[in-house]
């Protein structure tokens, strides 16, 4: 579903620490370090500062191929001494087979390591969970943009929005907003990043990159960006590989 999803660190290099020791007992490890960004599969973080605030109040779920690795994944971080956000176990809630155990980044995000059996069958981010200051505002948002992202609105209800595409899926609910998320949807049609961008700004949004080439990330990085109804950075991208 995402091409990529990165955040931003209060501590660049504590957060390093904290997703290489939490990711590791899925089988997961770190893919790149540049000048600028780090990254595992489709998650990346960098680092925050006066201009670029840190990412807050962002929820992550992990894909594990097990309950056992669920419960690594928990063990792995309270025993370095990361905070608990919930001891693993089911969560009928969200599913007959769920089964989550949640830790809080050094920043307060909350990871989730989750088996269920609706699982990602590729990636590594599962699902993302957004707060909202108006969600009938990202619900329009979402709507207009989701034919061009790859995107299915799967449920609106008065307190969540749920989207999902391929595989993995993408919440709003209202609360406290998230704040500083950059979401990245890939397409392989030029003519979706534009149709992206014409659709958020027609319905008001901010443009926050017009569609065209950014050879800085690599020859053929063809995307557009915009700016949802909390100010997150949401993008699709022709990789043009």
């Given at each position: 579903?995402?091409?990529?999803?990165?955040?931003?660190?209060?501590?660049?290099?504590?957060?390093?620490?904290?997703?290489?020791?939490?990711l590791?007992?899925?089988?997961?490890?770190?893919?790149?370090?540049?000048?600028?960004?780090?990254?595992?599969?489709?998650?990346?973080?960098?680092?925050?500062?006066?201009?670029?605030?840190?990412?807050?109040?962002?929820?992550?779920?992990?894909?594990?191929?097990?309950?056992?690795?669920?419960?690594?994944?928990?063990?792995?971080g309270?025993?370095?001494?990361?905070?608990?956000?919930?001891?693993?176990?089911?969560?009928?809630q969200?599913?007959g087979?769920?089964?989550?155990?949640?830790?809080?980044?050094?920043?307060?995000?909350?990871?989730?390591?989750?088996?269920?059996?609706g699982?990602?069958?590729?990636?590594?981010?599962?699902?993302?969970?957004?707060?909202?200051?108006?969600l009938?505002?990202?619900?329009?948002?979402?709507?207009a943009?989701?034919?061009?992202?790859?995107?299915?609105?799967?449920?609106?209800?008065?307190?969540?929005?749920?989207?999902?595409?391929?595989?993995?899926?993408?919440?709003?609910?209202?609360?406290?907003?998230?704040?500083?998320?950059?979401?990245?949807?890939?397409?392989?049609?030029?003519?979706?990043?534009h149709?992206?961008?014409?659709?958020?700004?027609?319905?008001?949004?901010?443009?926050?990159?017009?569609?065209?080439?950014?050879?800085?990330?690599?020859?053929?990085?063809?995307?557009?960006?915009?700016?949802?109804?909390d100010?997150?950075?949401?993008?699709?991208?022709?990789?043009?590989?």
């Open positions: 579903m995402f091409d990529h999803l990165t955040i931003r660190a209060t501590d660049r290099s504590a957060s390093e620490r904290f997703y290489d020791t939490v590791a007992p899925l089988g997961v490890e770190r893919t790149f370090r540049t000048g600028g960004f780090t990254g595992w599969q489709e998650f990346s973080l960098t680092g925050a500062d006066e201009s670029s605030p840190p990412t807050r109040r962002l929820h992550l779920g992990f894909g594990a191929s097990s309950r056992d690795l669920v419960d690594e994944f928990w063990r792995a309270t025993e370095a001494g990361y905070a608990d956000d919930g001891r693993p176990g089911p969560r009928p969200y599913g087979d769920y089964y989550g155990g949640f830790l809080l980044d050094p920043d307060g995000n909350s990871a989730e390591a989750v088996h269920h059996g699982l990602r069958r590729s990636g590594l981010v599962d699902h993302v969970w957004i707060r909202v200051a108006d009938a505002a990202s619900t329009r948002f979402y709507e943009i989701a034919p061009h992202a790859g995107l299915e609105v799967r449920g609106v209800r008065p307190d969540r929005l749920r989207l999902t595409g391929a595989d993995g899926s993408l919440s709003f609910l209202q609360g406290t907003p998230t704040e500083h998320v950059h979401l990245a949807f890939a397409t392989d049609d030029d003519g979706d990043v149709r992206f961008h014409e659709a958020a700004v027609g319905a008001g949004s901010r443009s926050n990159g017009p569609p065209g080439e950014r050879p800085e990330y690599h020859p053929g990085y063809y995307a557009a960006f915009v700016l949802d109804p100010g997150n950075n949401v993008e699709v991208v022709n990789h043009h590989r």
